[in-house]
Each structure stands twice: as C-alpha cells, then as structure tokens.
C-alpha cells in the first residue's frame, strides 16, 4: 500500500469512526428523555432498615450504604427520593454521587442497581428521643415505598484543647522534643463519673506546669473513649486513680473502660485507635483495678522507679486488648500486678526495660496476634540498645517475679530475657505455664534453664492452657487445661479471688482464670 494510498484509507476510516462517536453520543444524550418509564414501586433494597449505630452528639458517624435494585426489564425513573424529615432531618444523604436530602427523576437501568449512602450529625439537645429515627422515602401514593433509618445519640463530656486565633493549644513537657497537642485538665475535671461518657481530643494532662500534685480519680462505671492521636499523660508528683468494681461473679470486669470513640462494632476491636496512657517520672500513687483498656498504640507507659518500696503502678482485675504496639511499656519503674489479662497486642504484652521492680500475681499473659509479631509476650531487660544492638544504658533489674502466671501465644518461646553486663538481672518463674517449644536448640543460654530453680520453680510446658477462644481475647481456661491446680498456694493466698470475683480452688488454677466447664455449641 502507497503512502497516499494509507493516507486515504486511514482518513477515510477516521471519518467513519467519528460518525460512529457522534452518532452514539446522539443516542446517549437522548435516552433519558424517551427510555426510562415510571417505577411502577417494585424496588428491592440490600436491607429494610439501616442501622448507623451509636454517635456522640454533634460527632459526624461513618458512612452507611443502602443498595436500591430496580427489578425490571428496561430503565426506571424514581420520581422522588426523599427523606421524611425534610432539610430539618439530621441524616444526610448521597444518591449515585449527588449530595442531598432530596432527590428527583433517579433512572435506574434494568436489573442494576444504584448506591445512597448515609451518615448522620445529631445534636442531643435537639432530640426528644436519643433513639434518632427517619424513613428515605421513594416515590409517592400508592407507589411509595421507604427504607428506615435508625441511630442512638449519646451525650457525652467532651474535653479538647482550646483554639485562639486558630491556633490549637499546646502543652509544652519536659523530655518532648516538641509541645504537645492538648491542655492541662482543671481542678473541676479531675473526677470523671459514670452519668455520661467522656471523649478526649488531644492530650488531657495531670497536673499542671508547676508540678504541683493533682490526681484524677475515674469512678465505676466510668467510660472514657479517645480521638485518634489522643491519650492521658500524669506528669510528676500526680496520681492516676481507675477504681472500677466488679459486676459480680461470672461478669467481665468492665467497671471502667477506656478505648477509642468509634462506637460501630466494626471498630470495636480495631487496634491503635489512640495512642496511650503514660504515667511519667516522678509520678506515684497509680491505682487501676477492675478496668479495660483496648485499641490503643500501648496500654499503659511507665518510667521511673518512685521510692523503691511503694509501688508506682498498683495494676488489679484489668484486660488490656487490642493495641497495636504494646500492652505495658515500663521503663526503670515499679509495678504490682494482679488477674492482668492481655491479648492481641502488636509487639510485647510487657515490656520490662532497663531495669525496676516487677510483681504479677495470677496474671495471663497472652498473645495470638495474627499479621506477625517480633517479640514475645514477655521482655526483659535490664538496659536499652540503640538500632545497631548496641548497649547505651544500663539500670538494675532488682525484681521481676512472675507467680502462678500464663505466658503463651503463639511464637514457639513466649519470653526474652536481655541481660548486659554492670547492672543487675534478677528474674524468677513460680508455677507458671510458660510457651517454650525449641527444637532446634536455639535457646542454649543459662538463662533459660528450666531446670535452674533460682530462676524457675515448677513451670509448665507440657499441655495447653485450653482457652476458650483466643481470636475474641476469651481466656477463661477450660476442663482440658494443663494449668488446673497448677498454682502455687502461698500465691494463691495473695489473690483469694479471680479475675472474675469467683473464689479460688484449693489447689488453685494458675493464671487470672478459675477453669470452667466449655458449653458445647453442637448441643
């Protein structure tokens, strides 16, 4: 073919398809005007009502979806797509990409479908009924059909820094490299009660820039949920005060609970929502008892070693859950625990680093974090390292003692024991099962000698703890556990009751749990 051969073809060709294009663009703009008849009311839809969960007030919610099916054979045109509370609703919607509350002539084609989704921003003072409810109403008469909207509003006290000019507050702290994003909490903030939640935005601090002693005391019941990049620092010579009660025996020990402000249950054990409670040096008195505290980056930060005999951290009857990096990150400090259950914690359960004084009693130690996970649910060290390995610090572990405890999950050895030289590394296992599977031998260190009675003294690593479901963090212990009767009784007399308030077995279990008898599902 010729050059001016192709260049006549290809033009020729070029004419032909633009003709097509045009033709088509022709069809296209005019179908709407001829080929959509009336919906004759027969819409299916993907649910009948659509629950957007709770909401704080004045807080926006996720964004809900409906699907609206059109059932028929050729394109349909809603007339009207509405809510029924008018622009007064405090629902808000967006029907195929358009934002709106009311809608006109939406075409569906035949057998599709089209998305509305739905969020909400309700003020609690504005409603009756914290119960919030409206219909999306299609089309009218005889024709119209509606999907209901439900969602619960909550009240709450809402703590965040202030904003002057348009600058947000800031805390500036010894040992940060730069202020913080929140305030100091005033002398009338310093008791929160169970009457309404509070959600925090930013950081909230104990204590003011003098060091002058406060204390924040949270009372039973007490429900505490925090913003993304929030948290609660205790600055020194403060106290932090978490006094739940049990609910009875067989209840959780939910008295207080702390965890982020997404309250749709798809969040509900998402980890990392906030990012942690740090009680700082010089800080003393701590008490939480009877406690949850879930979803955040670490659970609860601790530095400093306080007096030496009182302990900073007096840790009872609490579950840490669902945190992304840690569940306690102590450094040189002073804790005494009791019935401490962890599970589905990003890097370490405990992480004892350069050195303190660590008691935990009956506590379960677990975790089955499911994306990997680099260290096991127990870390000691008596000194911190740079990212080379490198000692750079050193402190004394005076006490770390672990008595009729759990530590299990699921890497092969469920501790580590980092010792450096010049300081010292006091440790020691009492009736405890511990994870330690090391067939090829990689743990041929003094320190793990289960034989050596200074460090260990009748622990179990034979036989499974037999929990009763590891991926909801439900660490009750059942009939087949290798841990009943396992505990030791001068620790037992320590802690007469479990986790959950029951009395203890003589022998008793080792861990936070009594066993109990697993109802068989299939029955």
């Known amino acids: 073919m010729t050059h001016s051969t192709f260049a006549h073809f290809a033009a020729r060709h070029t004419a032909l398809w633009f003709a097509v294009l045009v033709f088509a663009?022709?069809?296209?703009?005019?179908?709407?005007?001829?080929?959509?008849?009336?919906?004759?009311?027969?819409?299916?839809?993907?649910k009948d009502t659509v629950y957007l969960d709770t909401v704080f007030t004045n807080i926006g919610s996720s964004t809900y979806n409906l699907k609206v099916y059109n059932t028929e054979n050729?394109?349909?045109?809603?007339?009207?797509?509405?809510?029924?509370r008018g622009e007064s609703s405090g629902y808000r919607l967006n029907v195929d990409g358009v934002p709106g509350k009311y809608f006109e002539d939406v075409e569906i084609?035949?057998?599709d479908s089209i998305y509305i989704f739905v969020e909400t921003t309700i003020n609690y003072d504005e409603v009756t009924d914290p119960l919030y409810e409206d219909r999306i109403l299609f089309d009218a008469g005889e024709k119209e059909q509606d999907v209901h909207l439900v969602t619960l509003v909550q009240d709450a006290h809402f703590l965040f820094p202030g904003r002057e000019n348009g600058v947000i507050e800031t805390v500036e702290l010894e040992g940060f490299d730069e202020p913080v994003t929140g305030r100091y909490?005033?002398?009338?903030?310093?008791?929160?009660?169970?009457?309404?939640?509070?959600v925090i935005y930013g950081?909230?601090?104990?204590?003011?820039?003098?060091?002058?002693?406060?204390?924040?005391?949270?009372?039973?019941?007490t429900?505490?949920?925090?913003?993304?990049?929030s948290g609660l620092i205790v600055n020194a010579h403060s106290s932090l005060h978490i006094l739940g009660e049990l609910n009875g025996e067989g209840q959780p020990p939910s008295g207080v609970v702390?965890?982020?402000?997404?309250?749709?249950?798809?969040?509900?054990?998402?980890?990392?929502?906030?990012?942690?409670i740090l009680l700082r040096n010089g800080s003393t008195g701590h008490i939480i008892r009877n406690a949850t505290i879930k979803n955040a980056k670490a659970a609860l930060v601790l530095e400093g070693m306080g007096d030496g005999v009182t302990p900073v951290l007096q840790l009872h009857n609490t579950q840490l859950y669902n945190h992304s990096v840690y569940g306690i990150l102590a450094f040189y400090t002073h804790i005494y625990g009791t019935n401490v259950v962890t599970g589905n914690i990003g890097r370490s359960a405990f992480a004892g680093l350069l050195g303190g004084k660590y008691e935990f009693i009956h506590c379960t130690f677990t975790d089955y974090w499911t994306t990997g996970r680099e260290l096991p649910v127990i870390w000691l060290s008596n000194n911190l390292r740079n990212a080379g390995g490198q000692v750079e610090a050193v402190g004394d572990l005076m006490q770390a003692d672990f008595t009729n405890c759990i530590i299990y999950g699921s890497r092969n050895v469920e501790w580590a024991l980092d010792r450096a030289e010049g300081a010292e590394f006091q440790f020691h296992f009492d009736s405890c099962m511990m994870k330690f599977y090391d067939p090829t031998n990689q743990y041929d260190d003094p320190l793990y000698d289960l034989s050596d009675t200074s460090y260990y003294q009748n622990v179990i690593i034979e036989g499974e703890p037999d929990f009763e479901d590891v991926s909801n963090n439900r660490f009750i212990i059942g009939e087949e556990s290798a841990c009943i009767g396992a505990a030791s009784p001068p620790g037992t007399?320590?802690?007469?009751?479990?986790?959950?308030?029951?009395p203890r077995a003589n022998p008793a279990d080792t861990g936070a749990y009594e066993h109990v008898v697993f109802e068989d599902e299939d029955e």
């Open 25 to 46: 663009a022709l069809i296209s703009s005019c179908r709407k005007d001829f080929s959509a008849e009336p919906s004759p009311g027969r819409l299916k839809f993907s």
């Open 74 to 84: 050729y394109t349909i045109s809603i007339p009207v797509i509405r809510l029924e």
């Open 109 to 111: 084609l035949p057998k």
């Open 185 to 198: 909490l005033t002398d009338d903030e310093l008791t929160f009660t169970p009457e309404k939640p509070y």
């Open 203 to 221: 950081y909230m601090v104990v204590g003011d820039a003098d060091d002058n002693p406060k204390t924040l005391t949270m009372l039973p019941g």
């Open 223 to 229: 429900r505490v949920h925090f913003h993304a990049h």
């Open 258 to 276: 702390l965890e982020g402000d997404r309250l749709e249950p798809d969040f509900a054990e998402v980890p990392g929502q906030w990012d942690f």
């Open 493 to 502: 007399a320590a802690v007469p009751e479990d986790i959950l308030g029951k």
